[in-house]
């Protein structure tokens, strides 16, 4: 952040509505004058009006498939798991080299095993993308040959695995910004795929990642911000545009 620029967590309580008259005075005075603080403003801005991804009626559809399991319908629990099978796919693809269809597998026998422990706090994509994480986690804990505990805030997947697939991207582009991706800590990687490519919104994020919403918008917006840098991109939109575009190209595997 260039010097005499206002920290992050500034604009985020200004968004959250916690910030004092004098306080809001000062930050309007001061972006005013700041073109670097107006873009950030902006960009924090963009994630807090992200709208939720998953509709009620698609909600509601996941919740009532989940009671008719509890009920005793299995044919409705493997309904359920099916409709988000490919999302969980994507989800590992990236982050593996070659144990994704293991890793999908952990994480659908989890959520059986827990299906009467989800309190419908959240959709139930959510939910299983947060099971997701905690086998992810797992999974490269295991990967640690001096048997280290990983912080996944700071170590990115390249230092974890020497080759992560991503040969089998046909789009240059989308092989391009995966690989850029797992040179990120882990962390942000996962933040800025379910973002932009799950579509999940600032809510969900922080289910799923265990944050404060606040938390999020930071982290997700230092990661554009690194994103930018590997990519050698003008602006940290820049990066959201590229996110964006290859959300729909082809996936790993």
Not at 25 to 31: E, F
Not at 48 to 55: E, G, T
Not at 129 to 152: S, W
Not at 197 to 216: C, K, N, R
């Amino acid at each position: 952040m260039p010097e005499g620029c206002l920290d992050t967590d500034v604009f985020v309580e200004l968004l959250e509505g916690r910030a004092g008259a004098a306080q809001r005075g000062a930050i309007a005075n001061h972006t005013s004058g700041c073109a670097e603080c107006r873009h950030m403003l902006s960009a924090l801005a963009r994630d807090v009006s992200s709208p939720p991804v998953v509709s009620d009626r698609d909600r509601d559809s996941d919740f009532d498939l989940l009671d008719r399991w509890r009920a005793g319908d299995r044919p409705a629990g493997e309904a359920l798991l099916a409709r988000h099978f490919d999302s969980l796919c994507g989800f590992f693809a990236s982050k593996t080299d070659g144990d994704a269809d293991d890793l999908v597998q952990r994480t659908l026998l989890a959520c059986v095993k827990s299906k009467d422990a989800f309190r419908k706090d959240a959709s139930f994509r959510t939910y299983l993308f947060t099971v997701a994480r905690h086998e992810l986690y797992h999974h490269l804990e295991g990967r640690k040959r001096d048997g280290a505990r990983l912080d996944f805030a700071i170590t990115s997947l390249a230092e974890i695995i020497t080759t992560p697939a991503t040969r089998m991207i046909k789009d240059a582009e989308k092989r391009r910004v995966v690989e850029a991706l797992q040179q990120l800590p882990v962390e942000q990687q996962m933040l800025l795929e379910l973002h932009y490519w799950q579509e999940l919104d600032i809510a969900a994020l922080s289910e799923v990642l265990d944050l404060e919403p606040g938390a999020t918008r930071v982290r997700l917006h230092r990661a554009r911000k690194k994103l930018r840098e590997l990519l050698e991109l003008p602006g940290e939109d820049d990066a959201a545009q590229v996110l964006e575009n290859t959300a729909k190209s082809d996936s790993l595997g």
